[in-house]
């Protein structure tokens, strides 16, 4: 992106009261004023990293935040949101001068920077956990928030490149997941492009080229395709409007790279997005689609009688032409248009009396879908950890969804890899708390069953019965994970201190850590401040329930009782125990932990026989690495948290297949990867993904991830590999 492109990103006061002017909406246009000139004043010679002057920026999130169509206060608090963070005024003049829903929405914007935490993850958890809680009060809160967060993703490029790096990721986490959330489809893909041009650039750029290529040829096609419907439909044509769209950058690399298909394989690499008044012309409109063109079985979603749960709304039918090629084709209404581009935001209106309120249904639906986003974001809000927070949201707010039906006809949505426990407490707590089974389609099954789309459950309860710690391992989201510990916590609070000490005391034993009463609760108060407990008992209980995860938090206490009671070790860097360790289920040893949660890293997918290393992550357990890894310091005691490095090494006998990529340069012909996946197949190698490329100067690179049982195992493969005549070179990562 040139200098005069990023300019073309800022918006400035002028720009902002024209998109006002032109709205029907009543804006307290002094009050906007007196807002506007109190962050002139504040921000003073204040520039961006670009050069830009700052008070732009403000401006700039104001006027997205004013074509979402929100309120006054909303787009004051944009235009205030960095003052109090930036600047020499607080959130009492702010609460004092604009009055306390703007201060509120100010605040929850604003990042924590006064509170000392341990890491940058930390320092966004906590971020997050502090706009949630803001939130769960005023939903304006997150639009503002996301206005924010989208604008400076439209200006990051003169930030260094880790930094753009850690914010795209922070996107693709948190943000894009929580805009779809709220159905604003927009906000999340472009969220998601800007978030991939910087996390991959090189297939940003090859995709980008691609639809490039393509768009002379793609407009043609849906110029044609447009004029056919309209004629079709002998409706006027001020009643319908035809256009065609193409599927975000993002969305594309996902079913390309991810998934390994050509843009050729994507059916609704580009749609035909129909508008019209009224339901009912809809459904006509399907009718003459499919007597137009042929559809493709099992290819048609109703997302009009059973809307998603963000709101979104709109006919899906995957159809192929007379010249053989398959689109995608969307028909909406114009309200169902509105909601989809901007989701919660499109409906505000009838929140804040902008329009006086003539459906009382449409105004029920957006309260009710408010709530249902409110609970979900409330079981982030509660847990002990907030490094689980970010994990949470990408769980619960996962796109690829299910649907499934009650006995009595009621549909219910939940996240892929849902179980029957999730539904059990997404129905009612007390029907979670009380379950003893389920049905699925009239079948007894597992309590660790996972739900597909269009199954009837019904769910199993009796009354003495009550939930089990195992459950917290099995269900999927975090709303259920929630209830069933607040169940524990409430009602085994004594059992759970009791455990939670026991668990911490049998620790600190195998690390050689003996310590008095009085001794362990001086070492806790560190743990106690930092998760806002009243007492040690409080800290004990949350270990107990599993509010608290006590293989995440033993590094920090061991750290803390080197400094409070021994020297630090000088010597040894990579943490040392002196207990003899258990056979492990993942072919790993992990000195000094027993039954710990082992993922191989994807950055250098370690085989047997490599030399490696573990590393103690945040929510994911241990992951190991070989220590010739790019992420892995090549002095630990450099590194910035040194005590999260552990001693690991492989088992002697171990049966299992790992996975391994290799990238192999070759001619660019056809049937190279044929003999690829020949060659693979005679020696009897389980291929998990194979795609290829070009790369240009008539080479192409194959991608392949294989399994192979070690490093002398994929040595012969990649021998073997070697000797066939198209191949340049062989890489492995």
Same mark, same amino acid.
């Given at each position: 992106?040139?200098?005069?492109?990023?300019? !073309?990103?800022?918006?400035?006061?002028?720009?902002?009261?024209?998109?006002?002017?032109?709205?029907?909406?009543?804006?307290?246009?002094?009050?906007?004023?007196?807002?506007?000139? $109190?962050?002139?004043?504040?921000?003073?010679?204040?520039?961006?990293?670009?050069?830009?002057?700052?008070?732009?920026?403000?401006?700039?999130?104001?006027?997205?935040?004013?074509?979402?169509?929100?309120?006054?206060?909303?787009?004051?608090?944009?235009?205030?949101?960095? @003052?109090?963070?930036?600047?020499?005024?607080? $959130?009492?003049?702010?609460?004092? +001068?604009?009055?306390?829903?703007? *201060?509120?929405?100010?605040?929850?914007?604003?990042?924590?920077?006064?509170?000392?935490?341990?890491?940058?993850?930390?320092?966004?958890?906590?971020?997050?956990?502090?706009?949630?809680?803001?939130?769960?009060?005023?939903?304006?809160?997150?639009?503002?928030?996301?206005?924010?967060?989208?604008?400076? #993703?439209?200006?990051?490029?003169?930030?260094?490149?880790?930094?753009?790096?850690?914010?795209?990721?922070?996107?693709?986490?948190?943000?894009?997941?929580?805009?779809?959330?709220?159905?604003?489809?927009?906000?999340?893909?472009?969220?998601?492009?800007?978030?991939?041009?910087?996390?991959?650039?090189?297939?940003?750029?090859?995709?980008?080229?691609?639809?490039?290529?393509?768009?002379?040829?793609?407009?043609?096609?849906?110029?044609?395709?447009?004029?056919?419907?309209?004629? !079709?439909?002998? #409706?006027?044509?001020?009643?319908?409007?035809?256009?065609?769209? @193409?599927?975000?950058?993002?969305?594309?690399?996902?079913?390309?790279?991810?998934?390994?298909?050509?843009?050729?394989?994507?059916?609704?690499?580009?749609?035909?997005?129909?508008?019209?008044?009224?339901?009912?012309?809809?459904?006509?409109?399907?009718?003459?689609?499919?007597?137009?063109?042929?559809?493709?079985?099992?290819?048609?979603?109703?997302?009009?009688?059973?809307?998603?749960?963000? #709101?979104?709304?709109?006919?899906?039918?995957?159809?192929?032409?007379?010249?053989?090629?398959?689109?995608?084709?969307?028909?909406?209404?114009?309200?169902?248009?509105?909601?989809?581009?901007?989701?919660?935001?499109?409906?505000?209106?009838?929140?804040?009396?902008?329009?006086?309120?003539?459906?009382?249904?449409? *105004?029920?639906?957006?309260?009710?879908?408010?709530?249902?986003?409110?609970?979900?974001?409330?079981?982030?809000?509660?847990?002990?950890?907030?490094?689980?927070?970010?994990?949470?949201?990408?769980?619960?707010?996962?796109?690829?969804?299910?649907?499934?039906?009650?006995?009595?006809?009621?549909?219910?949505?939940?996240?892929?890899?849902?179980?029957?426990?999730?539904?059990?407490?997404?129905?009612?707590?007390?029907?979670?708390?009380?379950?003893?089974?389920?049905?699925?389609?009239?079948?007894?099954?597992?309590?660790?069953?996972?739900?597909?789309?269009?199954?009837?459950?019904?769910?199993?309860?009796?009354?003495?019965?009550?939930?089990?710690?195992?459950?917290?391992?099995?269900?999927?989201?975090?709303?259920?994970?929630?209830?069933?510990?607040?169940?524990?916590?409430?009602? %085994?609070?004594?059992?759970?201190?009791? +455990?939670?000490?026991?668990?911490?005391?049998?620790?600190?034993?195998?690390?050689?850590?003996?310590?008095?009463?009085?001794? $362990?609760?001086?070492?806790?108060?560190?743990?106690?401040?930092?998760?806002?407990?009243?007492?040690?008992?409080?800290?004990?209980?949350?270990?107990?329930?599993?509010?608290?995860?006590?293989?995440?938090?033993?590094?920090?206490?061991?750290?803390?009782?080197?400094?409070?009671?021994?020297?630090?070790?000088?010597?040894?860097? /990579?943490?040392?125990?002196?207990?003899?360790?258990?056979?492990?289920?993942?072919?790993?040893?992990?000195?000094?932990?027993?039954?710990?949660?082992?993922?191989?890293?994807?950055?250098?997918?370690?085989?047997?026989?490599?030399?490696?290393?573990?590393?103690?992550?945040?929510?994911?357990?241990?992951?190991?690495?070989?220590?010739?890894?790019?992420?892995?310091? %090549?002095?630990?005691?450099? *590194? +910035?948290?040194?005590?999260?490095?552990?001693?690991?090494?492989?088992?002697?006998? /171990?049966?299992?297949?790992?996975?391994?990529?290799?990238?192999?340069?070759?001619?660019?012909?056809?049937?190279?990867?044929?003999?690829?996946?020949?060659?693979?197949?005679?020696?009897?190698?389980?291929?998990?993904?194979?795609?290829?490329?070009?790369?240009?100067?008539?080479?192409?690179?194959?991608?392949?991830?294989?399994?192979?049982?070690?490093?002398?195992?994929?040595?012969?493969?990649?021998?073997?590999?070697?000797?066939?005549?198209?191949?340049?070179?062989? %890489?492995?990562?």
């Amino acid at each position: 992106m040139s200098k005069y492109d990023e300019i !073309a990103h800022y918006q400035d006061y002028n720009e902002l009261l024209s998109i006002l002017n032109k709205s029907n909406n009543n804006y307290d246009l002094r009050k906007i004023q007196k807002a506007y000139n $109190l962050a002139e004043q504040a921000h003073g010679d204040q520039r961006r990293v670009s050069g830009i002057p700052f008070i732009l920026h403000p401006t700039s999130v104001a006027c997205i935040v004013a074509q979402f169509g929100m309120d006054s206060d909303s787009i004051i608090a944009a235009l205030l949101h960095d @003052v109090v963070e930036d600047t020499d005024y607080d $959130l009492n003049f702010v609460r004092k +001068e604009f009055g306390k829903d703007v *201060a509120n929405i100010v605040d929850g914007v604003t990042k924590i920077s006064k509170i000392k935490l341990y890491s940058r993850e930390e320092q966004q958890a906590e971020n997050v956990r502090k706009m949630l809680i803001a939130m769960s009060n005023d939903i304006r809160v997150i639009i503002v928030k996301l206005a924010d967060r989208l604008h400076n #993703m439209r200006t990051i490029e003169c930030m260094k490149e880790q930094k753009r790096r850690d914010k795209s990721r922070e996107c693709m986490e948190v943000y894009a997941p929580i805009a779809h959330r709220l159905g604003m489809k927009a906000v999340k893909d472009e969220l998601e492009d800007l978030s991939l041009r910087y996390l991959d650039p090189v297939g940003y750029k090859e995709i980008e080229d691609a639809l490039l290529l393509k768009e002379n040829e793609r407009e043609r096609f849906i110029e044609k395709r447009k004029k056919e419907i309209l004629k !079709a439909s002998k #409706m006027p044509k001020d009643k319908i409007t035809v256009y065609g769209r @193409v599927k975000s950058i993002n969305s594309i690399y996902r079913k390309t790279f991810l998934k390994g298909k050509t843009l050729d394989e994507i059916y609704d690499f580009f749609a035909l997005r129909i508008i019209v008044d009224d339901i009912k012309e809809c459904y006509n409109l399907l009718g003459v689609i499919h007597d137009l063109y042929t559809p493709i079985p099992r290819r048609f979603k109703d997302y009009i009688s059973t809307p998603k749960p963000n #709101m979104y709304q709109s006919l899906h039918t995957t159809v192929i032409d007379r010249e053989g090629i398959p689109f995608e084709v969307q028909i909406r209404t114009w309200e169902m248009h509105r909601t989809a581009e901007n989701g919660i935001a499109a409906h505000w209106k009838y929140k804040l009396g902008f329009t006086r309120i003539v459906n009382n249904k449409k *105004a029920r639906e957006l309260d009710a879908n408010i709530n249902r986003i409110k609970d979900v974001l409330a079981a982030q809000i509660d847990t002990d950890d907030s490094t689980d927070i970010i994990r949470n949201i990408r769980n619960d707010f996962d796109q690829n969804e299910v649907y499934v039906f009650s006995p009595k006809g009621d549909v219910f949505n939940l996240p892929n890899g849902s179980t029957v426990i999730d539904l059990a407490y997404l129905i009612h707590t007390e029907v979670g708390n009380h379950m003893v089974g389920a049905k699925v389609n009239q079948r007894i099954v597992s309590i660790d069953y996972k739900l597909q789309t269009g199954e009837i459950c019904e769910i199993l309860t009796q009354k003495d019965s009550h939930p089990r710690r195992d459950w917290l391992e099995i269900c999927k989201t975090s709303s259920a994970r929630s209830k069933i510990r607040q169940w524990f916590k409430r009602e %085994k609070r004594d059992e759970n201190i009791v +455990e939670g000490k026991m668990m911490l005391e049998r620790e600190l034993k195998r690390s050689n850590i003996s310590l008095t009463d009085e001794e $362990l609760e001086d070492l806790l108060q560190f743990m106690l401040k930092k998760n806002k407990f009243n007492t040690v008992e409080d800290l004990y209980a949350s270990i107990g329930y599993g509010g608290i995860q006590l293989w995440k938090v033993l590094p920090r206490i061991k750290e803390e009782y080197h400094t409070k009671f021994g020297e630090q070790e000088n010597t040894p860097v /990579i943490n040392q125990y002196v207990h003899k360790p258990k056979r492990s289920n993942s072919g790993v040893i992990v000195e000094g932990m027993e039954d710990c949660l082992i993922k191989f890293s994807q950055c250098c997918n370690p085989l047997p026989g490599d030399d490696i290393i573990g590393y103690i992550t945040r929510g994911f357990g241990v992951s190991i690495h070989k220590r010739s890894c790019t992420n892995i310091p %090549k002095d630990i005691s450099k *590194a +910035e948290e040194p005590e999260r490095y552990v001693n690991v090494r492989w088992e002697k006998d /171990i049966n299992d297949s790992f996975h391994s990529t290799l990238e192999i340069i070759c001619s660019d012909r056809t049937g190279v990867l044929a003999d690829v996946t020949i060659a693979l197949s005679s020696m009897r190698i389980f291929i998990n993904n194979l795609n290829s490329r070009p790369i240009g100067n008539g080479r192409a690179m194959v991608t392949a991830t294989i399994d192979v049982f070690n490093r002398e195992h994929l040595e012969t493969v990649i021998k073997r590999l070697q000797s066939l005549r198209e191949v340049i070179s062989i %890489k492995r990562f």
